[in-house]
């Protein structure tokens, strides 16, 4: 029988190899096609019935034979794979669906090649900015290379999860929760560029067990509680100072405006110091917060 075949685990690939810079390689399995060899194993059935009653010895070793070869047949349900070993050496995998036969000697374990999800639980984390924040994702996976799910790591799917936490807790320290810079990538604006960082730091670290990342997104994202009040003022005053900016750009606009028309029409003629009373004067009424209550001169314009 052939031994495990190993590959050199590359460096770039970045992580802890498992086995010490080398993985396992999937290969096929020997396994012939189920059907005709238990329409053979029948046959030899009733031959072995036949010499039975005629020549028992014969009939008793050809039993036994068949009893044995009984034990090498397998069922692969879909989206699932068989992976054989013999005397503790890999002998390949078998991923066709259906009834087979092989050595009657190899182990078989049976591996899931359906899709799943994971769902991390919150971590409490610091964000890049040293503020505590809440943070949790979904991974979306599954087994590609059956022999170095089964063979390079103790329980892949605990190796997900332990990846995955330590993955997000990575990512959370690259970036800050809120970037007040427009510049700068935050969690909480830049939601489908964090989620390709983070597949991408997955997928270099799961692929030694040979599982491929399908999704990766963050699912919660939240201020730890003991800051959550002080960060909401914070985003509040900002919000403020936006709205009151853009009001006071709409103001002056609109001020500037007046003042043109009123010259180009020889509405009325004023001179700087009316000018300068006109605009505080529209200026305190267009970004005052509550209605003003107008002044009516009734007489001269000064």
């Given amino acids: 029988m052939n031994e495990l075949q190993h590959a050199p685990t590359p460096a770039a690939q970045g992580g802890v190899s498992p086995r010490s810079g080398v993985a396992s390689v999937e290969r096929p399995a020997f396994g ?117 799910a089964v063979f390079d790591v103790e329980d892949y799917a605990e190796f997900v999860a332990i990846q995955a936490e330590t993955a997000l807790r990575h990512l959370a320290s690259q970036y800050p929760y809120d970037a007040y810079e427009d510049s700068r990538m935050s969690l909480r604006a830049h939601a489908d560029e964090v989620a390709e960082a983070l597949g991408g730091e997955l997928a270099a670290r799961l692929r030694h067990a040979g599982v491929e990342v399908l999704e990766a997104r963050l699912s919660h994202l939240a201020y730890s509680p003991e800051i959550a009040g002080a960060m909401l003022q914070r985003q509040q005053a900002g919000a403020v100072i936006a709205a009151r900016a853009q009001i006071v750009q709409g103001a002056v ?37 509550r209605g003003t209550q107008p002044v009516v001169n009734a007489g001269s314009l000064y």
């Fill in 32 to 148: 012939l096609p189920g059907v005709p060899m238990f329409l053979l194993w029948l046959l030899g059935a009733g031959a072995a019935a036949v010499l039975l009653g005629r020549f028992p010895l014969p009939g008793v070793l050809l039993g036994a034979a068949l009893l044995f070869a009984l034990a090498g047949f397998f069922i692969v349900q879909p989206n699932q794979a068989m992976n054989l070993t013999l005397f503790g050496r890999y002998v390949g995998t078998e991923r066709r669906n259906g009834l087979y036969w092989t050595n009657p000697l190899t182990v078989r374990k049976s591996v899931s090649l359906r899709i799943r999800n994971f769902n991390s639980e919150r971590l409490k984390v610091n964000d890049a900015g040293g503020s505590p924040i809440e943070i949790a994702a979904v991974i979306v996976w599954r087994v590609v290379d059956t022999a170095r």
């Fill in 253 to 289: 606009g609109m001020v500037e405006m007046a003042l043109r028309q009123l010259s180009e029409q020889d509405i009325v003629t004023l001179d700087e110091e009316r000018k300068a009373q006109m605009v505080s004067n529209l200026l305190v009424v267009l970004t005052s917060e």
